[in-house]
């Protein structure tokens, strides 16, 4: 096993993922397309229009080979990142709900096929840079992580709109453990003895328990075993939403029990890592 744990294989639930979102955004009326969201300065319609550029993005460099808009001079990766999402977001601003509805519609199966073409074990075609920066991405955590980006964006979207949904286990549950694949990254920084195990516990019907053990001179996804130098629990609405930005770390943390070493337990409660690869914190 790397050390990112087990292989999770979220190819089978695009499809579903992806129909409750259209069900969603066909059921909203008007007015709803111009409600905020958490993302910053981003209503109902940007976010659409971002899971679109998702979409696109993906196409274009994982099943076309091209490299897409370049850097400017000095960017940094975020910078990039946050630039190129909002240009795009304002250009989508030109289509009609029904159109961006459409465009999800027809591109999504053309993405599916992408990642069914993936040997799951294979290095990825990008790699996960809130999983680790100095070790290859498994195409399944890539894969993995480009479902949580569009789970997230749903939820998001239902927020704003008061629809509640894409909850159950099975489409919740996945989200869950690929974001806590952020756990030994979000440890690295803390040195511990051999076999010193961190332990985390998602309440819920789709949470789960979760451990990241110092194994080898670096933090490894490990077994949850009976005696951790820390522990966190919390509930799955809070994981996500701090996995996410969608709650800040010490709002998290309120919501949270903590035991054991108190710098280890801080480190598993920020987890920032998992969207600062999104770069616009969105």
């Known amino acids: 096993m790397t050390i990112f744990g087990p292989v999770i294989d979220v190819r089978p639930l695009f499809p579903r ?14 007015a709803d397309w111009a409600r905020p ?41 975020p910078t990039y990142l946050a630039r190129t999402n ?26 599916d096929a992408v990642w069914a073409a993936h040997d799951p074990e294979a290095p990825a075609g990008l790699n996960v840079s809130w999983a680790a920066v100095d070790v290859d991405s498994p195409a399944w955590l890539d894969i993995g992580r480009e479902y949580t980006e569009f789970w997230s964006h749903q939820q ?18 996945p989200v869950l453990d690929i974001f806590a694949r952020a756990l030994p990254y979000a440890l690295r920084e803390h040195d511990r003895p051999e076999g010193t195990a961190a332990h985390l516990e998602v309440l819920g019907a789709a949470g ?49 029990e903590s035991s054991g070493d108190p710098e280890i337990t801080a480190a598993m409660t920020t987890l920032l890592a998992v969207v600062a690869e999104n770069g616009d914190g969105r």
């Open 86 to 111: 909002e240009e795009f977001v304002r250009a989508t601003r030109q289509l009609s709900p029904q159109l961006l509805i459409e465009l999800l519609e027809h591109l999504g199966p053309h993405l």
């Open 208 to 256: 789960g328990r979760w451990s990241a053990a110092w194994q080898g001179g670096r933090w490894r996804m490990a077994t949850p075993g009976d005696e951790p130098a820390a522990r966190v629990s919390m509930d799955q609405d809070t994981f996500w939403r701090l996995a996410t930005r969608g709650i800040t770390v010490e709002e998290a943390r309120r919501r949270s």
């Open 17 to 30: 993922e992806r129909r409750a979102m259209l069900d969603l955004l066909r059921a909203l009326d008007p």
């Open 156 to 173: 998001q979207v239902r927020d704003a709109v008061a629809r509640p949904g894409a909850t159950e286990p099975e489409l919740m549950a």
């Open 37 to 77: 969201t958490v993302c910053p300065g981003w209503d109902v319609h940007d976010v659409a229009g971002h899971v679109l550029n998702d979409y696109m993005r993906r196409l274009s460099g994982s099943r076309d080979g091209y490299g897409g808009a370049v850097f400017g001079d000095g960017e940094t990766l």
